[in-house]
């Protein structure tokens, strides 16, 4: 019973949140991350940059209407 050994199907990987080497298996609920904080922390910058990919910020101005985005004098350039 040796904590040190490495468990079969078990191995380590870097935290991508915070670099800590983190063993990436079934007894680390947070793989691959080392903690809830850095799991936490990635996904919630994973989520808004997949939101803002999905929205696709050009297409959305162009369908906003006339009416409830006034336009601006002002040349495109
Ligand atoms: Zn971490």
């Not at 919630?44 to 910020?57: D, F, L, N, Q, T």
Request: aromatic letters at 6%; charged letters at 25%.
């Amino acid at each position: 019973m040796s904590v040190n050994s490495p468990r079969p199907g078990a191995r380590i990987v870097p935290c991508p949140g915070c670099g800590t080497p983190t063993p990436y298996g079934p007894d680390n609920p947070w793989r691959p991350f080392c903690s809830e904080r850095c799991r936490n922390g990635d996904l919630g910058a994973w989520s808004s940059e997949s939101y803002r990919m999905a929205v696709k910020p050009t297409e959305a101005d162009d369908d906003i209407p006339e009416a409830q985005a006034p336009r601006q004098d002002s040349p495109r350039h």
